[in-house]
């Protein structure tokens, strides 16, 4: 048995400059956009001074684009909440950076505190609501970047996710 490790066997992947794979600055897959989305949310630096709390209307700014997608930041005050709604052609990922938010989609209510993260595809229909005391952040990401937003009656809601459920 030859006592070279698999990297000797293989060859030095340095050496082999063509498979080497380059660097990408942004992302494509859910995986990568989960990835941003977290990196994001650790540089607080970068979001925080930015967050504003308007008590008449949900705030939001758009933090960053790239191809194809948009990353947006929005707050929560106490009582706010998104309507029911669906994302359009858009699938995203939603990340809870400070304070509580509760989720309802056809399946029940989920509360999420801070670190939490909703992947969605197109068609998923829910609200989300700060149904805490305090204040809340959160961090969306859309890709394709948002060009629609459907609202849905209760009964139009529950009509979709059964037919996404059949």
Known sequence: MNSDSDLSI????????HLLQPARSHPSTVAGFVGLA?????????WA???????????????????????????????????RHDHGPSSGVLT???????????????ALGAGAQRVFAP?????????????????HIYFPGL???????????RVAEDVVRA
């Open 96 to 110: 809870l950076l400070e304070g509580e938010l509760t989720e309802h989609t056809a399946r029940g209510a989920q």
């Open 10 to 17: 293989a060859g030095d992947i340095l050496e082999v400059q």
């Open 49 to 83: 001074p930015l967050v504003r709390y308007d008590t008449t209307t949900r705030w939001y700014h758009r933090l960053h684009s790239g191809p194809g997608y948009e990353v947006w930041l929005l707050s929560w005050a106490p009582g706010q909440g998104s309507g």
């Open 123 to 139: 068609g998923y229909v829910h609200e989300v609501v700060n149904d805490s005391l305090g204040p809340a952040v959160s961090l």
């Open 38 to 46: 977290r990196s994001i949310a650790a540089d607080r630096d970068r």
């Open 147 to 157: 060009t629609d937003m459907p609202m849905h009656t209760a009964r139009c809601a």
